[in-house]
Structures are given as structure tokens and as C-alpha cells.
């Protein structure tokens, strides 16, 4: 059973480009988590999804960014117009469908580094 | 400041030594996770315990968990140069199992 897969590893833009990022969740995971990792700092939430529906986008910022969790394929994370501020790893984690709150672990993936010239 | 503050911020001991780790948080959970991070890569769970569990193991790691104090403690025992790493614990909140991270722990730890 392959863990959370997450693609591409590094991904450069320069500002004003988009950038997707993918997130493959582990089979028979169907709930899909994104982070931010800023340098030095610990993760930022940013938005949790089920199959085709967004859950929690507490932590997305309100322009620029979104998020998708098709019914079939991978979760996308994309950001439009980026800017330098947006250099960081966004990480992805999945867990089980089901199950009581306080019991799932969320697995993560390896994570996208973006860098934004 | 943050849901999950760890402490120290950095720390270094010899081979062999153990290392303690602490997190404090603010509001109720329901379960409290310890991470691994080595640099530049993902994240690796090491343990998770729930609302309703004061003590767990796993190999050289003990976890400690104090709702009343709202702090978590991770114990290494027997440190070995391999656990060289960013260590940051993650409070589970809500319905949605969102997780909130600390800024992390670097520890070292010297041959």
C-alpha cells in the first residue's frame, strides 16, 4: 500500500505564474488535509476536503488560492498569480473515512517545495 | 501565540543521553501527536495519544499527557545520532480533526 504521494517534490515559478500541486492520498483514504510549512516554522493548517467537497477552508487565504478533491483522481492545491510570499512546503496528509473524531492519524506525504522567484 | 508551543526551542546532548521535549496548548482536544521532521523532508508520526490517556510507549519514546495542564511531554531514551531532527507535537481539534502544529524542536544529538 504506497503512502500519500505528492507531486511535483520542487516546483519553481516565477510571480504572476499558477502553481498546482497534486496530492495522492492513500488507498482507501477518501479525507485529504493541506498544510504550509514556512521556513523554520511548523505547519499551517489550510484547508480540509472530502470527495468532491471542501470541509474546512479555515486556513486558506481568501485570493489566489484554492483547492479540489475530484471524485476520481488527485487532490489539487493551485495558486494563481504567485508571489514570493507563497515560498514554502505544502504538505499534504490523509486519513480513513469513518471513524470517531480523536482516532484517525493522519498520514503525511513528502511534501511540495515551492519556490517563487 | 500558538495552540501547540514546544520547548525548548533547541537542544543538543550527547549519544546516549536522554532527551525531554515538552508542548503546552490552550484549548481541549482530542488527541495530541508527536512528529518527526528531518531536514528538508516530510513528516514521520511517532505516537498519538488521546484525550483520555495520561501515558503511552512506543520503542524509546514515552509520551505524557496532562488535560488538567494542558502540556505533553515526549521522552527519548537512549538517544542515538539518527534522532537528529526538527520534533514537533500537533493538538487534534474539533469535528474536523484539523491539526494545529508547534514551531518545533530541534534536537541534535552529538556522537
Known amino acids: 500500500n504506497a503512502g500519500v504521494m505528492q507531486n511535483p517534490r520542487h516546483l519553481v515559478r516565477r510571480r504572476g505564474q499558477e502553481a498546482r500541486l497534486r496530492c495522492s492520498p492513500m488507498?482507501?483514504?477518501?479525507?485529504v488535509y493541506w498544510y504550509r510549512q514556512l521556513p523554520e516554522e511548523g505547519l499551517k493548517f489550510m484547508v480540509y476536503?472530502?470527495?468532491?467537497?471542501?470541509?474546512?477552508e479555515s486556513g486558506m487565504p481568501k485570493e489566489r488560492f484554492s483547492a479540489e478533491f475530484p471524485k476520481e483522481g488527485p487532490s489539487i492545491l493551485r495558486i494563481q498569480q504567485v508571489v514570493r510570499g507563497d515560498s514554502a512546503a505544502y504538505f499534504c496528509?490523509?486519513?480513513?473515512?469513518?471513524?470517531?473524531?480523536?482516532?484517525?492519524?493522519?498520514?503525511f506525504g513528502p511534501g511540495t517545495r515551492l519556490t517563487v522567484l | 501565540s500558538q495552540q501547540g508551543e514546544e520547548d525548548p526551542q533547541a537542544l543538543s546532548i550527547q549519544e546516549g543521553e536522554n532527551a525531554t521535549m515538552n508542548c503546552s496548548y490552550k484549548?481541549?482536544?482530542?488527541?495530541l501527536q508527536w512528529y518527526r521532521q528531518n531536514s528538508g523532508r516530510g513528516l514521520v508520526h511517532l505516537i498519538l495519544?488521546?484525550?483520555?490517556?495520561r501515558e503511552k510507549h512506543s520503542g524509546r519514546l514515552r509520551v505524557t499527557l496532562d488535560t488538567s495542564k494542558k502540556s505533553s511531554s515526549l521522552l527519548i531514551t537512549a538517544s542515538r545520532a539518527a534522532d537528529t531532527a526538527s520534533y514537533f507535537c500537533?493538538?487534534?481539534?474539533?469535528?474536523?480533526?484539523?491539526?494545529?502544529f508547534g514551531k518545533g524542536i530541534t534536537l541534535s544529538v552529538r556522537p
Open positions: 476536503l472530502q470527495k468532491e467537497n471542501i470541509i474546512d
Open positions: 484549548t481541549s482536544i482530542n488527541n
Open positions: 488507498k482507501g483514504h477518501s479525507h
Open positions: 495519544i488521546r484525550s483520555n490517556e
Open positions: 496528509a490523509s486519513s480513513p473515512p469513518g471513524g470517531l473524531a480523536g482516532l484517525n492519524e493522519q498520514f
Open positions: 500537533a493538538t487534534e481539534t474539533g469535528a474536523n480533526s484539523k491539526l494545529t
